[in-house]
């Protein structure tokens, strides 16, 4: 669309909206041409738990978005579709994923805290 005429088809005011979409589109495209020619349980072996979790959700929610789009192209109010319940559930199981991350970070940072002699001595009981 960039260096394109406008289209007589559509609003010109909307072009500008109309070409951004294209290029993300294209960026879509660009990033599954390089996932494709891995196959999903080749990539899923390659991660860890956490990592496959993540995986099996960013698909699942990039999915469910498209869908979304696609029943609004319809003229269909998204929000009152089990589309919406079902992208709820997948940030719930979203935050679920990342606070076992974040507690796994954690509890590795607060053995090495422990590991660490204490200094009785100064003020933030470091080591010296």
Known sequence: MAGEEINEDYPGEIHEY????????????????TMTPVSRNELLQKLDPPEQAKVDLVSAYSLNSMFWVYLVTQGVNPKEHP???????????????????????????????????RCNKCPLGTKT
């Open 18 to 33: 109309l070409s951004t979409f294209e290029n993300s589109t294209g960026a879509v495209d660009e990033m599954l041409k």
């Open 83 to 117: 589309v919406k319940q079902e992208l709820e559930r997948i940030s719930v199981y979203t935050n679920r994923v990342k606070e076992i991350t974040d507690k796994k970070k954690a509890g590795d940072l607060d053995r090495g805290v422990a590991s660490r002699g």
